[in-house]
C-alpha cells in the first residue's frame, strides 16, 4: 500500500470562495426562523377567530404563515444537525449592496405607504411598482434603465397589475381598499 500524498500548499482552498457558514451561522438561521414563526403565532394569537366568509377567519393566514415558517425551521435546524447545509453553491452577486437601487426601491415603498389614502390604491401601487422596478433594472445596469420608453412601459404594466388587483378586492371580495372615487372602480 502507499500512503496518500499530502496536499500541496497550491490545493489548499481559499478561505473567501465559495465558503460554507459555520455550523453555529447555520444554527443562527434556523432559530431565528423558528423565532420568527414564533412571534407571526403569538401575533395570531391577538386576532380574533371567528370565522368569517368561507368558514376562514382573520386569524388563518398568520397561523398559517407560521406554522410553515416553523416546518421551514425546523427542517434548517435538521439540516444542521445531520451534517450542515449541503449543495451549496458559491455566494453570487455583487461584492456590496447597490445604494442607488435601494434607493429607487425603498422611496417606491415609502410613497406608495403616503399616497395610497391620496391618490387610492391603483395609482399609488403604480408608482410603487415603476420606482422599484427602474431600481431593479439600475441594479442589474441595462441600457435601457432611464428611458421614456422604459418608464411608459413599466407605469403601464404596474396598472396592468393593480388595476385588476384591486378591482378583484372590492368588487369580488368586498374589501375595502382606498379609491380615488366613491364608484369602486378608480
Known sequence: MTEPLAPSPTDAPDPGAGAVPSRRAQTIVGCGVLLVAAALAAGALQIPGEAGYGGVGPNFLPWLV????????????????????????????????????????????????ALIGTVGFILSCTL???LAVQGLRRAAHQPAAGSPRTWAVDAFTGLAISAPVFWAFTQFLAINLPGLTQTGWL
Open 66 to 113: 407560521s406554522a410553515v415558517l416553523a416546518v421551514c425551521g425546523g427542517f434548517l435546524l435538521w439540516e444542521v444537525f445531520s451534517g450542515g447545509f449541503r449543495s451549496m453553491g458559491a455566494p453570487g452577486g455583487a461584492a456590496r449592496a447597490d445604494r442607488q437601487a435601494f434607493v429607487w426601491v425603498s422611496a417606491g415603498l415609502l410613497l406608495n405607504a
Open 128 to 130: 410603487c411598482y415603476l
